[in-house]
């Protein structure tokens, strides 16, 4: 079983950064994702990685803004936020799949963090 802890989470005001952590229990070469739950919206995917080559796509209304990365030797996948929005808050989760390439769909993860809260206001 996978366990996965995001950390990260916090108040910002529109325009800061943000860097969200997520530390899988068990190493693995299976994709992870990170999704967001706004209130009142269904779950949306925001960024994936895969861990054999660091292949990374994004969701559209954060490309250019986020940076997926990961470090293997820590099991920990991260998520720098910049520039960021009111739109942005949300509660944000770590995924992984059993599968080795990302996928935007949230059915296709196994394994779900706790999520982490992001609030962005001034």
């Known amino acids: 079983q996978v366990q996965l802890q995001e950390s990260g989470g916090g108040w910002v005001q529109p325009g800061g950064s943000l860097r969200l952590s997520c530390v899988a229990s068990?190493?693995?070469?299976?994709?992870l994702g990170w999704f967001r739950r706004a209130p009142g919206k269904e779950r949306e995917f925001v960024a994936g990685i895969t861990w054999s080559d660091s292949r990374t796509r994004y969701g559209d209304s954060v490309k250019g803004r986020f940076t997926i990365s990961r470090d293997n030797a820590k099991n920990t996948v991260y998520l720098q936020m910049n520039n960021l929005k009111p739109d942005d808050t949300a509660i944000y989760y770590c995924a992984q799949r059993t599968s080795y390439s990302t996928s935007t769909y949230t059915d296709d993860y196994a394994y779900w963090g706790q999520g982490t809260q992001v609030t962005v206001s001034s």
């Open positions: 068990v190493f693995s070469e299976y994709a």
